[in-house]
């Protein structure tokens, strides 16, 4: 029994024949990943709105698959899917049930955008501007610096999923939010560097560090001096009886 000859995807030819511009789509997802909600709308609007849907040679039912894969790639997008993922999983059904009674292209191509809608309300709490999202984050971390802090807990605090706290924060402070927690907890460390009184491994503990090589490794990456060198640039405005023992602390 002879194998039939496989079908060999003509890409090009079909983004042609539509008048897909793929540059377009990289642009939409771009803005996906940066949470430019507004943008990533419009780029995806500009995209499906400039298909040639009746141009010869065009068969409906590509349009409709093309439109589903891209769907299917935001829904990706905005669930980061593990294979026990139940949104990932029930919005990727529901996507297959609509789209399998779509017959022709300007259907699905009105169908777009509301679906795309959908998703994009996922990654926007309601009620919650970036803004005070951000805000809330560095409040949190400046009350709770002392004690373990990750990202996932400062997202379950504020009720919104981790990867939408890490893109939002990111993009309105310029840092990540691990960043953020080492500068709030070395800012508290210079204080008490300053104040004086205590090793500096005692200090590394009290600013929520669980061991001083951490500690000394992020105190040098921001500070661009070691804390005993940070201790020793206060000396001379300190009276001998305020500064900062060592005792303890590895250089």
Do not use: W
């Not at 899917?81 to 191509?109: G, N």
């Not at 807990?153 to 691990?178: D, I, P, Q, W």
């Not at 503990?205 to 951490?214: E, I, S, T």
């Not at 001379?236 to 602390?249: D, H, I, L, Q």
């Amino acid at each position: 029994m002879s194998r039939g000859r496989p079908v060999r995807a003509d890409v090009p030819g079909l983004y042609r024949r539509i008048g897909f511009d793929a540059s377009v789509e990289a642009l939409a997802f771009r803005h996906l990943g940066d949470l430019d909600l507004d943008s990533c709308r419009a780029s995806f609007e500009q995209l499906v709105l400039g298909l040639q849907i009746d141009a010869a040679g065009v068969r409906g039912r590509e349009i409709v698959l093309l439109l589903l894969d891209i769907l299917q790639r935001v829904n990706r997008t905005v669930h980061h899917p593990s294979s026990d993922d139940p949104a990932y999983r029930r919005h990727r059904v529901l996507l297959i049930q609509q789209f399998a009674e779509i017959e022709d292209a300007d259907s699905a191509r009105r169908a777009f955008v509301p679906v795309l809608d959908r998703f994009l309300a996922h990654l926007q709490p309601e009620g919650v501007s970036p803004h005070h999202l951000v805000r809330g984050a560095q409040a949190f971390i400046e009350e709770n610096y002392a004690g373990r802090i990750s990202l996932s807990s400062v997202a379950a605090h504020l009720h919104v999923s981790a990867n939408y706290l890490s893109r939002v924060f990111k993009r309105e402070s310029g840092m990540t939010l691990t960043s953020y927690t080492h500068r709030v907890r070395l800012e508290h460390a210079m204080i008490l560097l300053a104040a004086g009184g205590r090793s500096i491994s005692e200090i590394a503990y009290l600013v929520g560090y669980q061991n001083y090589r951490d500690f000394y490794r992020n105190f040098v990456k921001i500070r661009k001096a070691s804390p005993r060198k940070f201790q020793r640039g206060l000396a001379p405005s300190m009276g001998a009886e305020a500064r900062v023992s060592v005792e303890g602390a590895t250089p």
